[in-house]
Every structure is written in C-alpha cells, then in structure tokens.
C-alpha cells in the first residue's frame, strides 16, 4: 500500500525527532559507556545529514532547529550557536541534494566532510572570539569520529529506516519529490 507524501513527512518527521531524542537521552544520562575521556560521534548530526541528502522533504528546517536547540540546552552548550551553525550546514547540503543524487556516495561523504570540518572551524572560532575554553584536541577527535560514522548511519538509514535517495520515478517532471 503507497502512503502519500504528506503521510511520509508526518511519519518520518516523527521517527526523526524520536530517534534523535533517544540518542539525546542515552546523552544526558549519568552512564559511561564508551572510552573514558574520549567523545563519541554526534549522532543527531549524522542522522540529520544523511536524512537531508536523501529525503529533504521529510525534515524540515524548523524540526531540525528544534532538535539542536534542546540538545543545546540538554548538553550545556552556547545557547542557539551549534544550532545556527547546524541550519547553515543542512541548507547547504539541501541546496545540493539533486546534485548529489547522481553522484557516488565518496563525493557525499567528501561533501559532508567538508561541512562538518567548516562548521567545527566557526563553532571554534567563535568560541575563542569570546575566550570560551574548550578542547580542540578532543574536539577534532570528535570530527573525525563523526567523518568515519557517517557512511555507518547511512548504511543504517538506507537498510533499516527505509531512507534512500530519491529515483528518477519518485519525481515529477519539475525534479521535485511526488
């Protein structure tokens, strides 16, 4: 049974924002389950990407806002700065979709490298620019975690999710999702 587009947003909005809100509980719980003294990958940020290079129409722009503004406020970061930062990174790479529709996964996975290493850059530098301090050794270990997981979540949204780039028959004549 085909559902309609209005009925897949509905239902992948919701699976996004439930999916993201586990891994921000897992975050914020007093657990340690990983290497101590070494961060993880951001998740949320990987999930947001690879479901914004695949299916734009089923995370809007305010959905994913939210998302990083209570991470902000639940991780103890600079109120709205990761988020903007994370708005400018996903409508980079949504302006840039239908490109990367027919290019292998190398070049999105070079594309994404890209933006999480400039948006990494202006989270640090801004940070410094009003002397915040932080730890750029554990922040680029964290980018690159991010960088080698990337193609991992894909794997998992495409098989699990269901979440895969659009065909040539799931368009309209106008290139635009049915």
């Given at each position: 049974?085909?559902?309609?587009?209005?009925?897949?947003?509905?239902?992948?909005?919701?699976?996004?924002?439930?999916?993201?809100?586990?891994?921000?509980?897992?975050?914020?719980?007093?657990?340690?389950?990983?290497?101590?003294?070494?961060?993880?990958?951001?998740?949320?940020?990987?999930?947001?990407?690879?479901?914004?290079?695949?299916?734009?129409?089923?995370?809007?722009?305010?959905?994913?806002?939210?998302?990083?503004?209570?991470?902000?406020?639940l991780l103890l970061r600079?109120?709205?700065?990761?988020?903007?930062?994370?708005?400018?990174?996903?409508?980079?790479?949504?302006?840039?979709?239908?490109?990367?529709?027919?290019?292998?996964?190398?070049?999105e996975w070079g594309m994404?490298?890209?933006?999480?290493?400039?948006?990494?850059?202006?989270?640090?530098?801004?940070?410094?620019?009003?002397?915040?301090?932080?730890?750029?050794?554990?922040?680029?270990?964290q980018l690159i975690v991010?960088?080698?997981?990337?193609?991992?979540?894909?794997?998992?949204?495409?098989?699990?999710?269901?979440?895969?780039?659009?065909?040539?028959?799931?368009?309209?004549?106008?290139?635009?999702?049915?």
């Amino acid at each position: 049974m085909d559902r309609s587009l209005a009925a897949n947003r509905w239902i992948y909005g919701l699976a996004y924002f439930g999916i993201t809100g586990v891994i921000l509980l897992f975050r914020i719980l007093p657990i340690d389950i990983g290497p101590n003294g070494y961060p993880g990958p951001d998740l949320i940020l990987c999930i947001t990407f690879v479901w914004v290079l695949r299916r734009p129409q089923f995370v809007p722009t305010p959905l994913i806002a939210l998302v990083f503004l209570v991470a902000d406020m639940l991780l103890l970061r600079p109120p709205g700065l990761w988020t903007a930062l994370v708005v400018l990174g996903v409508e980079f790479l949504r302006a840039r979709e239908a490109a990367s529709r027919e290019a292998p996964f190398s070049v999105e996975w070079g594309m994404v490298t890209g933006v999480l290493t400039a948006m990494t850059l202006a989270y640090a530098l801004t940070l410094s620019l009003f002397a915040v301090p932080q730890a750029l050794g554990l922040t680029v270990l964290q980018l690159i975690v991010t960088v080698l997981i990337y193609p991992v979540i894909a794997l998992l949204a495409r098989y699990v999710f269901g979440v895969h780039k659009l065909t040539p028959g799931e368009l309209d004549a106008a290139g635009r999702p049915k």
